[in-house]
Each structure stands twice: as structure tokens, then as C-alpha cells.
């Protein structure tokens, strides 16, 4: 069985290589469940499969939980309508709790530590560190994930309680916001740097006006960081050919 | 105020009625109507974590969520209900003629439905439903998220 969870861990890597409106990321969580279903025989094996792949969605790192889970629930012989009630009820608390943790927490986490670390001078250390800490961390997650669902079943709730994943939630988002904190002033200061006074003062007045702007409550539903910047960037490109 | 939306998504509890909803409603409670859901513990414990710690999750049965319809409707906070099919929907209305709005948020694909909108899928038995409940009054419209707009009944069934 080793084997075959290897085999759905690799697969589960793939899991948002067929995503579609339709079933969304159903069709990768069939085929990554599909090592773990084949030693059911013959007259369960196909039923099962084309149930794993249904529709399903949730986050990519924390789906190999439904996957084991639904594949343990159909060994432990739940009848179809379990089994599909198991995979709605896990796509919500998978979403969110894999947001709060990767999209809202690790990822933007270790970002900006790692924007402080070049300015702060690391360079290319830095951008090399953060690869492999977030992957490792981002690996272990997935293989944690799939084995934790194998073990539960439809018990799996037993792991989302895990004190640890909880603990990592309630520390990364504030983690989170202090390291993209940090990472403004410093990484604008280290962008800054090579420019001339006068320079450095104008981008400061623009950049408050543009944070004044964004705040502007007329500008709701219009403006958006994106679009001011990419103005931003037009105007400068355009003051710099009238103006060389 | 009290309950601001009454949605129909097959998803129940996830990240874009969570947030996606809740937050530019400010909403404190979700109500899931779902006589399954209801009396099945690991279900509801699994619904429960998807919401943040300080927000209410109340699971009901169509009977009990009739019953206690009107103090959801006049509750000083602000709720959504949600159910997870079509049939539930219906037998809601029937139970709780109060409630006048249906929101088709999310049903998915599953054999015998075709695509009606990128997030909507219905069976024509689920589609004809639909459009019944709208002609007894009660405003149906499709949208997924806030941002979008809403979508007539008359226009995806």
C-alpha cells in the first residue's frame, strides 16, 4: 500500500492539470485516487473510480485528504451515497482552511521575509531559501494530507482538529502581515536607492497620493492597485520620452 | 436586516459564501437547512470548520428551519441560509411561505444535468422546479459572487 500512496502522492501533483467549470478539480482527484482503489476487485474498482471523479474542489495542497479519505471509506465498504456526501462535505473546510494556511499564510509569509532578505542584501540566497522552505513545507503538506485521510476515513475531521494545524493557522496570519510589513519600507528602500534625492522625494509624494487615492472612497469599484499602477507606470514612461 | 441571503449551492459552507458573501454583508451566522446534514455529527463538524471561529453555524431540518424562520428573519445580526439542492429549496418555500428570495449560487454537475451557466447545472425537472418557484412570487436569480450580476430565472432555465 506504501506503493500505491506514493503513487497518488505523485499524481496529486497533477491535480489541476484537467481543472474545468464542470467538475473542476474532480477529474485530477479521480486519477490521483486511482492507485488506491485498485485492489478493491474488479466489481468495485470501476464504480469507484468514476466516483473519485466527480466534481470536487479545494485547496490543491490539502486535497490528497478527500482522496485518501474517500478511498479509505470505499474500502471500509460505505455505500455510494456516503461516499459522495464524504467528498461535498470535505471541499468547503479543505477551501478554507487550506486559504487561511497556504494563500494567506505560508506563502505570503515567507514572501516577505524573503523581499527582506534582499534588501537586506541576501540576493539570490534569498530567492534560492525561500524555493526550497516553501516547498518543503508546501511537499510535506501534501504527503501529511493524504496520509492523515488514509488513516481516517470517513473520520477524517480527526485530523483537520490536529493542534498543530491549528497552531500554524493562528500563527502564520499574523506572522504573515508583520513580514509583509516589514518587507514595504525596506524592499521600497532598497528599489529607491540608486536614485538621486530629487527622485526619491517625488516617488514618496506619489506614492502617498496613490495610497490617498485608493483609500478615496468615490474611486470603490474603479480604482484598484493594479490599475493605478499600471497608470502610474504609463505616465512614467511617457514623462521619460518628452523629458529625457 | 437578519437573513440577507437565502442561497441554493450544492457546495454548502465554502470559501466564496464564507468570505465572498459574508464579508461585504457582515454576516455573524449561517443557517444550513439540510435534513442529512443535520443528523450526521462528522458532517456538521466538518461544515464547522469552515468558518471562522467567532461566526455561528445553526443546522437545521426543512421542519425546524419553518419553525424558527421568523426569529431568523428578525434577529438583531445578520445570517445566511443556505440549502444544497434544488428540492430542498422548493420544500423550504412550502414550509416557510416567508421566505421570498432564492439565490442559485452553485449546482454542479452530476449525471443528467446540463449546463445552464458556468456555475449552475440542472436536471429540467430541477429547471421547470425553478421556474414554478418563481411564478408562486418568490424572486429567483442566479450569482455566484456579489461582484457579478444577477441573472434572471427566466434567463437559465
Given at each position: 500500500m506504501?506503493?500505491?500512496?506514493?503513487?497518488?502522492?505523485?499524481?496529486?501533483f497533477a491535480?489541476?492539470?484537467s481543472?474545468?467549470?464542470?467538475?473542476?478539480l474532480?477529474?485530477g482527484?479521480?486519477?490521483?485516487e486511482?492507485?488506491?482503489?485498485?485492489?478493491?476487485g474488479?466489481?468495485?474498482y470501476?464504480?469507484a473510480?468514476?466516483?473519485?471523479?466527480?466534481?470536487?474542489?479545494?485547496?490543491?495542497?490539502?486535497?490528497?485528504?478527500?482522496?485518501?479519505?474517500?478511498?479509505r471509506?470505499?474500502?471500509d465498504?460505505?455505500?455510494?451515497?456516503q461516499?459522495?456526501?464524504?467528498r461535498?462535505?470535505l471541499?468547503g473546510?479543505?477551501?478554507?482552511?487550506?486559504d487561511?494556511?497556504?494563500?494567506?499564510?505560508?506563502l505570503?509569509?515567507?514572501s516577505g521575509?524573503?523581499l527582506?532578505g534582499i534588501?537586506?542584501?541576501?540576493?539570490?540566497?534569498?530567492v534560492?531559501?525561500?524555493?526550497?522552505?516553501?516547498?518543503?513545507?508546501?511537499?510535506?503538506?501534501?504527503?501529511?494530507?493524504?496520509?492523515?485521510?488514509?488513516?481516517?476515513?470517513?473520520r477524517v475531521?480527526v485530523?483537520?482538529?490536529?493542534?498543530?494545524?491549528?497552531?500554524?493557522?493562528?500563527?502564520?496570519?499574523?506572522?504573515?502581515?508583520?513580514t509583509?510589513?516589514a518587507?514595504?519600507?525596506?524592499?521600497t528602500?532598497?528599489?529607491?536607492?540608486?536614485f538621486?534625492?530629487?527622485?526619491?522625494i517625488?516617488?514618496a509624494v506619489?506614492a502617498?497620493?496613490a495610497?490617498?487615492?485608493?483609500r478615496?472612497?468615490?474611486?470603490?469599484?474603479?480604482?484598484?492597485?493594479?490599475?493605478?499602477?499600471?497608470?502610474?507606470?504609463?505616465?512614467?514612461?511617457?514623462?521619460?520620452l518628452?523629458w529625457? | 436586516?437578519?437573513?440577507?441571503?437565502?442561497r441554493?449551492?450544492d457546495?454548502?459552507?465554502?470559501?466564496?459564501?464564507?468570505v465572498?458573501?459574508?464579508?461585504?454583508l457582515?454576516?455573524?451566522?449561517?443557517?444550513?437547512?439540510d435534513?442529512e446534514?443535520?443528523?450526521?455529527d462528522?458532517?456538521?463538524?466538518?461544515y464547522?470548520?469552515g468558518?471562522?471561529?467567532?461566526?455561528?453555524?445553526?443546522?437545521?431540518?426543512?421542519?425546524?428551519?419553518a419553525?424558527?424562520?421568523?426569529?431568523?428573519?428578525?434577529?438583531?445580526?445578520?445570517?445566511?441560509?443556505?440549502?444544497?439542492?434544488?428540492?430542498?429549496?422548493?420544500?423550504?418555500?412550502?414550509?416557510?411561505?416567508?421566505?421570498?428570495t432564492?439565490?442559485v449560487?452553485?449546482?454542479?454537475?452530476?449525471?443528467?444535468?446540463?449546463?445552464?451557466?458556468?456555475?449552475?447545472?440542472?436536471?429540467?425537472d430541477?429547471?421547470?422546479?425553478l421556474?414554478?418557484?418563481?411564478?408562486r412570487?418568490?424572486?429567483?436569480?442566479?450569482?455566484?459572487?456579489?461582484?457579478?450580476?444577477?441573472?434572471?430565472?427566466?434567463?437559465?432555465?
Amino acid at each position: 500500500m506504501k506503493l500505491a500512496l506514493a503513487r497518488a502522492l505523485l499524481r496529486l501533483f497533477a491535480v489541476q492539470g484537467s481543472y474545468n467549470y464542470e467538475r473542476m478539480l474532480g477529474v485530477g482527484v479521480g486519477v490521483a485516487e486511482e492507485p488506491l482503489l485498485r485492489d478493491l476487485g474488479d466489481a468495485k474498482y470501476r464504480p469507484a473510480v468514476a466516483r473519485g471523479a466527480h466534481f470536487f474542489n479545494a485547496h490543491p495542497y490539502l486535497i490528497g485528504l478527500a482522496v485518501g479519505a474517500a478511498a479509505r471509506a470505499e474500502h471500509d465498504g460505505a455505500s455510494p451515497d456516503q461516499v459522495e456526501r464524504l467528498r461535498e462535505a470535505l471541499c468547503g473546510p479543505l477551501g478554507s482552511v487550506g486559504d487561511r494556511l497556504v494563500w494567506a499564510g505560508w506563502l505570503p509569509f515567507l514572501s516577505g521575509l524573503t523581499l527582506v532578505g534582499i534588501a537586506l542584501g541576501a540576493g539570490w540566497m534569498a530567492v534560492a531559501a525561500f524555493l526550497i522552505v516553501y516547498n518543503v513545507g508546501h511537499v510535506a503538506l501534501r504527503w501529511w494530507a493524504l496520509r492523515a485521510g488514509w488513516t481516517h476515513g470517513a473520520r477524517v475531521s480527526v485530523a483537520l482538529h490536529n493542534p498543530f494545524l491549528q497552531r500554524a493557522g493562528a500563527v502564520l496570519g499574523p506572522a504573515m502581515a508583520f513580514t509583509i510589513g516589514a518587507a514595504l519600507p525596506l524592499t521600497t528602500q532598497y528599489l529607491a536607492w540608486p536614485f538621486e534625492a530629487g527622485a526619491r522625494i517625488t516617488f514618496a509624494v506619489v506614492a502617498g497620493l496613490a495610497f490617498l487615492a485608493l483609500r478615496w472612497p468615490g474611486g470603490a469599484g474603479h480604482l484598484n492597485g493594479l490599475r493605478l499602477a499600471l497608470g502610474l507606470a504609463a505616465l512614467a514612461l511617457v514623462v521619460a520620452l518628452v523629458w529625457p | 436586516m437578519s437573513l440577507a441571503l437565502y442561497r441554493i449551492d450544492d457546495r454548502l459552507i465554502h470559501g466564496q459564501v464564507v468570505v465572498g458573501w459574508g464579508q461585504p454583508l457582515h454576516i455573524t451566522f449561517i443557517v444550513l437547512v439540510d435534513d442529512e446534514v443535520r443528523s450526521s455529527d462528522w458532517e456538521q463538524d466538518l461544515y464547522r470548520m469552515g468558518v471562522p471561529p467567532d461566526m455561528e453555524v445553526i443546522f437545521a431540518s426543512v421542519e425546524e428551519a419553518a419553525r424558527q424562520m421568523a426569529s431568523w428573519q428578525t434577529d438583531p445580526r445578520v445570517g445566511i441560509l443556505l440549502v444544497g439542492d434544488v428540492n430542498t429549496a422548493v420544500s423550504l418555500v412550502e414550509h416557510a411561505p416567508q421566505v421570498r428570495t432564492f439565490n442559485v449560487g452553485g449546482v454542479h454537475h452530476r449525471a443528467g444535468r446540463t449546463e445552464r451557466l458556468r456555475f449552475v447545472y440542472l436536471t429540467d425537472d430541477e429547471a421547470a422546479k425553478l421556474r414554478q418557484l418563481a411564478a408562486r412570487g418568490v424572486e429567483v436569480t442566479a450569482q455566484d459572487v456579489p461582484t457579478a450580476p444577477a441573472i434572471p430565472v427566466g434567463d437559465f432555465t
